[in-house]
């Protein structure tokens, strides 16, 4: 019997997906809307971030395995690239994005959401 990603404690997992969809759109949102020339890098990468939580949202509620496990790879790879840079260059990034600093401004959720998920997904196998 095969049971969904997104099903049983995995729920918690959509949840905050979804809940990060909408934070982190809500964010660039404004951003782009309001002061997209002072740091358009930083507000493109907030919506990048957002759509792979939407995207990330919708596998795992349909449980799309293979499209979870690349939208998993795509945020662990911009948490990381990001949080480096942002450390290293900070001139570059004028005004925090959701993956700054390894996500500190979200209390480091960004960069230890894609490892519970890549957890979740091999437990699930």
Same mark, same amino acid.
């Given at each position: 019997?095969? @049971?969904?990603? /997104?099903?049983? %404690? /995995?729920? +918690?997992?959509?949840? *905050?997906?979804?809940?990060? !969809?909408?934070?982190?759109?809500?964010?660039?949102? *404004?951003?782009?809307?309001?002061?997209?020339?002072?740091?358009?890098?930083?507000?493109?990468?907030?919506?990048? +971030?957002?759509?792979?939580?939407?995207?990330?949202?919708?596998?795992?509620?349909?449980?799309?395995? =293979?499209?979870?496990?690349?939208?998993?790879?795509?945020?662990?790879?911009?948490?990381?690239?990001?949080? @480096?840079? !942002?450390?290293?260059?900070?001139?570059?990034? %004028?005004?925090?994005? *959701?993956?700054?600093?390894?996500? =500190? /401004?979200?209390?480091?959720? %960004?960069?230890?959401?894609?490892?519970?998920?890549?957890?979740?997904? =091999? =437990?699930?196998?």
């Amino acid at each position: 019997m095969t @049971t969904s990603i /997104g099903a049983g %404690p /995995g729920r +918690a997992l959509v949840a *905050v997906y979804g809940l990060f !969809s909408l934070a982190a759109g809500a964010r660039a949102g *404004v951003q782009i809307a309001l002061k997209f020339g002072e740091a358009p890098l930083a507000y493109s990468l907030s919506a990048f +971030a957002a759509l792979v939580y939407i995207l990330l949202t919708v596998a795992l509620l349909r449980g799309a395995r =293979r499209l979870a496990l690349v939208a998993l790879g795509i945020e662990l790879a911009g948490v990381l690239i990001v949080g @480096t840079l !942002s450390l290293l260059d900070p001139a570059a990034f %004028p005004d925090a994005t *959701v993956w700054s600093a390894y996500g =500190r /401004g979200y209390l480091f959720i %960004p960069l230890v959401l894609p490892l519970v998920g890549l957890y979740w997904l =091999r =437990r699930r196998r």
